[in-house]
Structures are given as structure tokens and as C-alpha cells.
Nanobody
Framework: QVHLVESGGGLVQAGGSLRLSCAAS????????MGWYRQAPGKQRELVAT???????NYADSVKGRFTISRDNAKNTVYVQMNNLKPEDTAVYYC?????????WGQGTQVTVSS
């Protein structure tokens, strides 16, 4: 069974940085795509960034230039470096992995950005 475990969330002031980690229970080579999503209170879950097995990346317009997704295959971990954080980035951040046709989610980690 596949497990994804996020870590690295917390409280940070606007303009600050955080790095979230998503550790997979098995090899991340198994995943066609891995990504980060977020859900703010009262809002739908939305895409933040994705990275394919080949390393191609995709970002939501709202985070382009501020967030960077990366992967460490040796550690079976995917990261998102978040810089210049804004209060509107406050949300629960979830890691998602796709092994077609299945989708796996982590339990989420809270990110709170104070103004």
C-alpha cells in the first residue's frame, strides 16, 4: 500500500519561506506524476505544482516565480520550496501521487502566513 507523508508546515510571516516535504513509502519512480495541492477554509482544493517522472514541472499562476517543486529520487521525497509567502497562501497543503489509474493523497500539513 502506498503512503504519502507531508511535513514542514507551520506559521510564518508574510515574505518568509517554508519548504514542505512529501515522503513516499515506496519508490517515487512508481508515480507518473506527483504534486502539491492546497485547500483554504471554505474553498475548493486547488493545484499548486506538479512534477512528472521525467522532471517536467507545472505551476499555478498564483505561485509562479515564488514556489519551486523538486524531487529527490534517492530519498523518495518530493519538495516544494515556498518563498515570498503571502497571507493568501494560508491553507492545508496536500501531497498527491498518481500511479495511473490510482491517485494517492497525504494527510496534509497546515501552512499559515501572517500579515
Amino acid at each position: 500500500q502506498v503512503h504519502l507523508v507531508e511535513s514542514g508546515g507551520g506559521l510564518v510571516q508574510a515574505g518568509g519561506s517554508l519548504r514542505l516535504s512529501c515522503a513516499a513509502s515506496g519508490s517515487i519512480f512508481s508515480f507518473n506524476v506527483m504534486g502539491w495541492y492546497r485547500q483554504a477554509p471554505g474553498k475548493q482544493r486547488e493545484l499548486v505544482a506538479t512534477i512528472t517522472r521525467r522532471g517536467s514541472t507545472n505551476y499555478a499562476d498564483s505561485v509562479k516565480g515564488r514556489f519551486t517543486i523538486s524531487r529527490d529520487n534517492a530519498k523518495n521525497t518530493v519538495y516544494v520550496q515556498m518563498n515570498n509567502l503571502k497571507p493568501e497562501d494560508t491553507a492545508v497543503y496536500y501531497c498527491r501521487g498518481r500511479i495511473i489509474p490510482y491517485t494517492y493523497w497525504g494527510q496534509g500539513t497546515q501552512v499559515t502566513v501572517s500579515s
